[in-house]
């Protein structure tokens, strides 16, 4: 529960020295600290009187996006997801930031072709891969396959999970257009909709795999 | 206005100018059908079905480009240059005097900006009690950690169980457990029970249910000092903004304008700021700068509302002929520091003698908020169950046993859509219709049934203007709001049906607080009111663009006609002109046209039946839904494609309410274990069975369809469950655990 002091997220953070996003401290009167886990400093809920420090700063990074190089400064403990949104410019707003804690897909972007939570993935750690969002799969009027066939089926409500299931199943179909309904369904397990599209986007999906079968087949 | 309560008929002629039409008011408290007396303008009409080339066929919708790209714009995704990113302090305990000190944040390195949000004694876990902005989302979180709180704990009560134990902390001043009901004499119906052939009863329980929007709550605030501010706000109701931002900014209100382009999903809970958003304009104002503040997931499940939870203690008499012939009802419901919405009993269907008694337990956690058709799935899990456990009582086929039962002025219409969805679903071929599948088989499969009803219907709030530039360029403006129901699509739809054009031609532009007012989208009532004023208004731009014409080319305006990009005179075709040159000769002016609400062109009351076919796992207890059908009537539909999405999405909200979701709070430390969607589980893809989703022809006005959808689906389920193996689960969600704890005890049995 990252905005309640006091009783938050309790998963262990600091584990290894393996780099995490997450810096929560327990208690009433924490100090900030965020980044690198290795320089993390836990403040006891008594320590009223610290002032508080920033243990880590910003960054400079060069991120490949949509195959532009661009040059961003971020947190060590920034998501791929912040950068994005928050960072880039102009900002890559399609990815949407909805649980941040991998569990509902609607950030999905391809890093080196395959699909990722890019709230799970820190900014830093994608230096030197191929970062692809939605902007970069295709625009109005030059729809990708995916894309084309949700718009015809209807496989949208709101539209905030949107670009997460197209990500996904663009990544499905890249590798296997002749997919199942149970492949396609599998490569959306970790994409939620609540306004409850996935008939159409099943029908999409399937609909899609046929676009791009009668435009060549399996690349 | 005149009134009369609902007969198959008007009860009199119209007066002169008049008509009648049926309206679901609530009188005395109950909903009700009534006979409404009102103008009978002579307007536009929405015209034979079958000549109908735009509205009511399946039209993709006009912004699914945007969505499908990443280019849609939500409140989430407003960027402005200077833009202040806010987070808040929530309350982490149930009920404690809070001390805050924001020295220490406000001096760190990148806030900005800190408020206080007033409260010395918090009443309900997670309220807002401190708001940080900052540079980065990042460094907000830093500022929130640096705030130093105390919280001195209070007694607290967090479920229905406890609040009502002798000695509870009170939560609310006229007590925990609140009688609502005025009539609590149940002589009548005790009798009719005591001389029931047949008795059934049990107590049937639904937790709290979340909206779980995903996109969460939260405005931006773009005011940079001056004397104006926009408001992006995620919300049900552009014009809920402005007066409340404007207080908080020390604006007037038409000095804010609300944009709502997108919204990510609201389902009932998004209306006005609340105190986040108070907090955000705050913020605005001492810093000057834009600022963005959107909740959390975890704030989105402590702070956003919910559907309230319910008991239903059911008890009824039936006669071995199939007759309910007595129903007695106690429905308590679990609706935090709030009453929550009605639960009403005996649902739909119409026993003899019927007693229902309404009460209300609060606890110190957040109030409920409308969702999507409010207390009418709680009620229907309950009454639903109690229809088929008296059938199996009797041993009558389910479907006939309903049929039998079923309220006045709606027996044809439910018998027709019941007997549909039995034919979809394939009940004539199915082995156990009057009593459950007692076999050894280790799969097992069932199905259920279950009704809805919700009214729909419009009302006056909207004005809409239509727009024809010299260029030939149409627009259509509202400030509506599309919660993702295809507000926009049948907008232009609407428009280019009535001036003969092509739906590329109408841009339709929604979502401003600068255009014309709009009512709140809650209750289904969203399409039913803006759709009779956009066709208004197209209608009137026909016309004042035909007056033009009949100056320029000679006839009578009454005679034009268009279709086709083409204007011409029914009675002598020879005169005509192109689109595009027709909307030369009006000027560099163009014309504007208004329209507002049309009564004719709107109706009210809907009725649905579903069905589902589930398979049960009796080795592991789990539940598979394998099918579901639902049939609904819903007066013109505006676009079968996006009203189609709209139905298929209420039963997986149906599906995904009876299966999975609850929230769960510990009692002792008063708090909320599943706040996030890895233990608030939502379905999911694999969750998804073969939908079915069935309009049936109706010759009536629009009327809203997206409540009903969402009422029966998980009673259906429930029933299918039952059907399937023996076993009725009396507590939603159905977890493998019940399941296979009510195997058990049916081998005991």
Redesign the interface.
């Known amino acids: ?7 938050h997220d309790d998963r262990p953070h600091a584990r290894d020295g393996v780099l995490t996003r997450r810096s929560f ?1 327990k208690g ?7 980044g690198l886990v290795g320089e993390a400093v836990h403040a006891a809920a008594h320590s ?1 009187s ?3 420090v ?1 243990l880590s700063g910003e960054v400079e990074i060069e991120l490949s996006i949509n195959g532009a190089l661009q040059k961003l400064k971020v ?1 060590p ?2 998501t791929l997801l ?1 950068a994005l ?2 960072h880039c410019n ?12 991998g ?2 897909g ?1 950030c999905t972007v391809h890093l080196d072709g395959q699909p990722v939570y890019s709230c799970m993935t820190l900014a830093v750690a994608c230096v030197g891969r191929a970062v692809t ?3 970069g ?5 030059q ?1 990708n396959e ?2 084309q066939a ?3 089926h ?10 997460g299931f ?1 990500m996904s199943i663009s990544a499905c179909l890249e590798r296997k257009p002749d997919a199942t309904l149970d492949e ?3 490569a ?2 970790g ?12 029908d999409a999906a399937l609909s899609a795999g046929r676009a791009l079968r009668a435009k060549g087949g399996k690349r | 206005m005149t009134r009369e309560l609902l007969q198959d008929k008007p009860p009199r002629e119209p007066a002169p100018g008049k008509k009648w039409i049926r309206v679901t008011k609530v009188v005395n408290g109950i909903d009700s059908e009534v006979w409404e007396e009102v103008d009978d303008v002579q307007g536009p009409e929405w015209g034979p079905r079958d000549k109908l080339r735009l509205v009511s066929r399946a039209i ?2 006009v ?12 409140s ?2 407003v ?1 402005l240059p200077g833009m202040l ?1 806010a ?6 305990r149930p009920c404690a005097k809070v001390r805050l ?1 924001l020295d ?2 406000r ?4 806030v900005v900006g800190v408020v206080e949000l007033g409260v010395d004694e918090v009443k309900w876990l ?1 309220r807002p009690i401190a708001a940080v902005a900052a540079e ?3 460094l907000a ?11 001195e704990d209070q007694p607290f009560a967090v479920t229905p169980a406890r609040a009502q134990v002798d000695g509870a902390p009170l939560v609310n001043s006229k007590g925990n457990l609140r009688g609502l009901s005025r009539n609590t004499d149940t002589s009548e119906v005790d009798a009719a029970l005591a001389k029931a052939e047949v008795k059934v009863k049990g107590t049937w329980r639904v937790p709290v249910q979340h ?6 709550h939260g405005i931006v605030v773009d005011y940079r000092g001056g004397d104006e501010a926009t408001v992006y706000a995620s919300t049900q109701g552009t014009f809920t903004i402005p007066g409340d931002a404007a207080g908080r900014l020390g604006l007037k209100p038409n000095q804010v304008t609300a944009v709502v382009e ?4 609201g ?1 009932g809970s998004k209306f006005g700021i609340g105190i986040e958003g108070q907090a955000a304009c705050l913020l605005a104002k001492e810093t000057k700068r834009p600022v963005h503040l959107l ?5 989105e499940f ?1 702070a956003a509302g919910n559907r309230s939870g319910g008991e239903h203690e059911l008890e009824a008499g039936v006669s071995r002929a199939g007759e309910l012939t007595a129903f007695k009802a106690r429905v308590t419901r679990d609706g935090g520091i709030s009453d929550g919405a009605g639960q009403p009993q005996p649902y739909i269907y119409a026993p003899k003698v019927a007693f229902a008694e309404q009460r209300c337990v609060h606890t110190n956690l957040d109030g409920h908020r409308a969702m999507r058709a409010p207390g009418h799935p709680q009620a229907s899990f309950a009454m639903e169950g109690l229809m088929d456990e008296a059938a199996y009582a009797i041993g009558m086929d389910l479907v006939e046993f309903r049929k039998r039962n079923l309220p006045e002025g709606k027996r044809e219409l439910y018998a027709r859509q019941l007997d549909k969805c039995a034919e979809l679903i394939g009940w004539a071929a199915h082995a156990h219709r009057s009593k459950w599948d007692a076999s050894n088989a280790e799969l097992k499969t069932g199905i259920g049934f279950g009704l809805a009803r919700w009214g729909g219907g419009g009302g006056k709030d909207c004005r809409v203007e239509v727009r024809i530039a010299s260029d030939g360029s149409v627009e259509v403006l509202s400030g509506t709001q599309d ?4 507000t926009r699509t049948y907008c232009a739809s609407i428009v280019a049906e009535e001036l003969g054009l092509e739906l590329g031609q109408v841009r339709a532009r929604i979502g401003r607080s600068t255009f014309g007012n709009a009512n709140p989208s809650g209750g289904s009532t969203t399409a039913a009111s803006l759709a009779p004023a956009v066709k208004h208004a197209a209608w009137n731009a026909k016309r004042a663009l035909f007056d033009k014409l009949a100056e320029l080319l000679g006839g009578e305006a009454r005679n034009f006609a268009c279709g086709g990009n083409l204007i011409y005179d029914a009675t002598d075709k020879t005169r005509h002109i192109g689109w595009k040159d027709a909307c030369a000769a009006l000027g560099p002016n163009g014309l504007a046209a208004q329209g507002e609400w049309q009564s004719h062109l709107a109706a009210n009351d809907i009725g649905g039946a579903q069905a589902a076919k589930v398979q049960v796992d009796t080795t592991t207890g789990e539940v598979k839904v394998l099918e579901m059908v639902a049939v609904q009537n819903c007066g013109l539909v505006l676009n079968e ?2 009203a ?3 139905l ?6 149906a599906l ?1 309410y009876g299966l999975f979701e609850e929230r769960v709070v510990d009692p002792d430390l008063g ?2 274990l599943n ?4 233990d608030y589980k ?5 969750d ?1 069975p073969k ?1 079915l989703a069935v309009f049936e022809d109706d010759p009536r006005g629009v009327i809203g369809m997206a409540e009903a959808a969402v009422i029966p689906g998980h009673s259906a389920i429930a029933n299918a469950v039952r059907n399937a193996c023996g076993v009725r689960v009396y507590e939603m969600p159905l977890t493998c655990d019940k399941i296979l704890n009510g195997l058990i005890a049916l081998k005991k049995a």
């Open positions: 529960m990252s905005d309640v002091a006091g009783s401290f009433a009167g924490v100090v900030a600290a965020g009223m610290l002032e508080p920033r947190e403990r920034t912040n949104r928050n102009p900002p890559l707003t399609g990815a949407k930031l909805v649980c941040d804690r569990s509902c609607a969002t939605i902007e799969l295709g625009a109005p009027g729809l995916v894309q949700f718009c015809e209807d496989a949208s409500m709101c539209g905030f999970c949107t670009p197209v396609i369904k599998h959306c397990a994409n939620l909709c609540r306004c409850g599209t996935y008939p159409h986007v099943f | 993709p919708r912004d699914g480009p945007e969505k499908v790209t990443g280019r849609a714009q939500f989430h995704d960027r990113y987070k808040v302090l929530r309350c982490p000190d220490a944040a001096r760190l390195k990148g997670g980065t989302p990042e979180e830093d500022g929130l950690r640096a705030i130093v709180a105390s919280y909206h779980a929007s995903l996109e969460t997108h919204m990510g999903g389902f909740f959390d997931r975890a704030s402590h919660l993702g129901t295809g494609l996006t189609r999405s709209q298929n999405g209420g039963m997986v909200q995904s708090l909320f706040a996030n969607f890895e939502l379905a999911g893809c694999k998804i939908m």
